[in-house]
């Protein structure tokens, strides 16, 4: 029997627009139930919510419908990035509709709920963690061919199963071959030429205490699996080839010396031998093997009038690349990939991508520079195309102190060490504005231009946390920095045509760091003139020459030549300060009074009343929150000692100073 009327509008469920994460992820909220004679007295009287101005006019029984397990409302749940050892509190719990979040189904049917390492009941939607091993649950082996979930039919989805099943066997068996077996000296096989009868061979006898490790096993497992590929529909087939070619390809000789087995016992003969039946080149093959030397530089060769190509599938390139990489292989990494060819032509350019990184890994920065900016083949596009801000700043990190991350990629946030000698100021600069004039993204965004301004005002001395140290140069005389802009004068119009130019000589000699702070001013002039209207911020710019406040003067003076200019630019700063107040408060903490007072100093002595406005707002902005800026009492004597009251501000902001100095005065 059903529930009766009366029990079916015992509770209320209210759908909640609140998202935040105090509440269940599916955003359900439970109302406590109304008494039963409430209901029977005045069933369509109104209920109202007056925190959630809410009006409820109709109650029924709740029904407590399938969810997640972290959303689950009887039973609570603590979040924790990737905890697989146990369960987390309660997480254990569940009611009869909680659902696996990684399995999909009922938390009662999950065989690894509760499982030391996999704990599935620790899962929840708010983790990359997790959400990565749902994903490889829903898609399974097929990640590896990155594949959308829209795109993986029933044909694709039985390859990968057969294949996970395939690796799962062929764990055990190479596992077993890694452990190899000792034969006893009058079971030993002869591995010589002469192959006399076990235990007759005196050499082979002397080997007795080696152990032999039989490939066997695999080769017979790998090929019945390669023969049960050719009877599966193509789609299925392809996963298998190329996931079994990705596995076999992995695989290490852990024998010490050589060991004539046989082409089926020995790995370095079987392992070609099945390569060569997935269409897949094998390590010695005469065309790679003179790719990785360095020996051929096209992949491609000529033998009795038929030219063959390195040509691979993505799969084995990404295979090859991986064990390259983890031998530290670079210079033959990047030859390979320079070389092979794939059908795959984005995947093959994403790893194409890592070369200009993997030659840094040598302290090859002169050809790493010309493999950003220069494509393989005419028909692509460079790399320094698809740069983001952030590889930018990490390549430009790299030219200056000849240092580049110890980890595998880019952004890894891992130790630095040195590789080679630092990039010259001059060839950095034009190798900067080169990727800056490749990529529209990166010349249009203020983070690249603040990351170049940082870096080429920082040593090239790497700090033991690996963070580049900030310096602070005088202010070179007048005559030298009007020097550097003349003789710099038409410099960067050229290097945006891609032509090859070169700094005068001797404008480096002297004065070095300064001058790379003129020459960056001149080149963000020239931006902001060009790319103004597509400019979202400009504030990190400003905050990126750090202590140099001549510099920074000398660009708000190349400003305000132009009065549209300078007002867009004003707008921007005004903008980015209203909106980061909580950012330029934490900054300020950081740098101190002195930086604070520079800086404010410099905004409220301009002769410019625009720019007298962005200090005027710093101001406000400290008087606001006073109770979270400790140190600004001592802007009180800072201000003093520049005799800041007796310049000419105008009006206007002599007032705001004037006010600003009581409320000091008074702390």
Sequence with gaps: MGPSEEEKERDVILISDDEDDSTHGNSVLIVDPLVKTALEEKKCEEIVDEEC???????????????????????????????????????????????????DKL???????????????????????????????????????????????????????????????????????????????????????????????????????EIVYKYSGVYALVTRFLNQAERESPK??????????????????????????GHTASLKLAVPCLLQSLNVVPWDHVLLTTVLKGQNTTGQRTQKGRKTFLWEVLPVIEARVEKLVENKNYKEVVRYLRAVK??????????????????????????????????INSLACCTACRLTPLQFEVYLKIFRTGSVPAGKDIQDPGPWVTVGSPMKDGVLIKQ?????????????????????????????????????????????????????????????QELKAKLNVSFPPGIFSQLHQEACLILAVQAVQ???????????????????????????RLLLNHLSYDKHILHGVVDLILRDLNRQKATMLKLWQNLGPQYVGEFVCLFLTCRNRILQSIGVLALDIITENLHVCPWAKHLYNFFHNARLMQLPLGATTHHEVSKFMDVLEKL
């Design 53 to 103: 101005e809410l009006v409820v006019t109709f109650c029924k029984q709740a029904n407590v419908m399938p969810h997640a397990r972290y959303d689950c409302t009887s039973h609570s749940f603590e979040r924790m990035e990737c905890e697989t050892c146990s369960p987390l509190g309660k997480n254990a719990d569940f009611c009869s509709q909680c659902y696996c979040y990684i399995c």
């Design 342 to 375: 794939c059908s795959d032509t984005k995947g093959l350019r994403d790893l194409r991508d890592k070369i200009p990184f993997y030659l840094c890994k040598t302290g090859d920065f002169t050809d790493a520079t010309h493999s950003l900016l220069f494509p």
């Design 107 to 209: 938390a009662s049917e999950c065989q690894n709920w509760t499982t030391s390492s996999l704990c599935h009941c620790n899962a929840h939607n708010k983790s990359k963690f997790w959400k990565e091993r749902r994903d490889f649950a829903l898609a399974g082996v097929l990640v590896m061919f990155n594949l959308e979930l829209t795109d993986i039919d029933a044909d694709l989805r039985h390859g990968g199963n057969l294949l996970i099943s395939f690796i799962q066997e062929l764990s055990v068996e190479y596992n077993k071959y890694l452990i190899g077996v000792r034969i006893a000296p009058t079971e030993q096989e002869c591995f010589c030429v002469s192959k006399l009868p076990p235990g007759q061979c005196g050499v082979c006898r002397s080997r007795s205490t």
């Design 236 to 261: 299925a087939a392809a996963v298998m080839l190329l996931g079994a070619a990705r596995e076999i390809t992995l695989h290490k000789d852990p024998a010490i010396s050589w060991q004539n087995l």
């Design 432 to 492: 900067a504005f080169k990727l800056l004039y490749s990529n529209l993204s990166l010349y249009r965004n203020p983070k690249c231009w603040g990351s170049f301004i940082m870096i080429m005002g920082s040593s090239c001395f790497l700090e033991r946390n690996g963070r580049l140290r900030p310096l602070t140069v005088k202010e070179p005389p007048v005559t030298f920095q009007q020097g550097v802009l003349v003789a710099s004068d038409g410099l960067f």
């Design 526 to 552: 020239q931006m902001v003139i060009c790319e103004l209207p597509y400019l979202t911020s400009f504030l990190e710019i400003f905050l990126a020459f750090g202590n140099n406040f001549w510099a920074l």
